[in-house]
């Protein structure tokens, strides 16, 4: 049972555009979702997180979207740059045990961004 | 800044081989995690631990074992390495088990194959 749908799975779009990916949850046991970058050869890195008690969170570029009624959140990346390609996963775990349950990550996105 | 360290970049291993795999974090975090990432997978989680010899069960444990038996060292364990345990291998760890939602921090990957 994939408990984080996250879509789409591939995504090119042009430098200076607005790339976004989307995840959807079903566990209502969930409240914090962390977005995961990953470059090629490396370990996948904190981008940015939110707790459900809001619903965007803007850091520089990055901004997430929450919806809690709908249980979906979503991530924009405005003025895109070739840097920037990568692939994105979005996780999610219950908050209250401190981070000492596992992430349930999403399947990931492979980002392209065209110069 | 965190550093978790994985033993091996690359290893080579044939079915039926004992497989160990190391973590080491240097920053005196609670919590640590071993998970497998496949293409169109993403990263699942094994086994995570928050405390020395506690160890729990993530979404997949099963052929695998882990060891806890110093804070910032966290092994995996393959008892017989089989084909479909050919994989990315991530560790990662986190601060605390009290504060509400932590950051993972992750090595970068032990590729291992299984001939």
Redesign the interface.
Known sequence: QQQVKQSPQSLIVQKGGIPIINCAYENTAFDYFPWYQQFPGKGPALLIAIRPDVSEKKEGRFTISFNKSAKQFSLHIMDSQPGDSATYFCAATPAERGGADGLTFGKGTHLIIQP | DVK?TQSSRYLVKRTGEKVFLECVQDMDH??M?W?RQDP??????IY?S?DVKMKEK??IPEGYSVSREKKERFSLILESASTNQTSMY?C?S????????????????TRLLVL
């Open positions: 978790v609670e919590n995690f998970y169109g997978l993403g990263l699942r989680l995570f928050y993530g979404d991530l990662a986190s601060r605390s088990r009290t504060g509400r939602g932590e950051t993972q921090y992750f090595g970068p990957g």
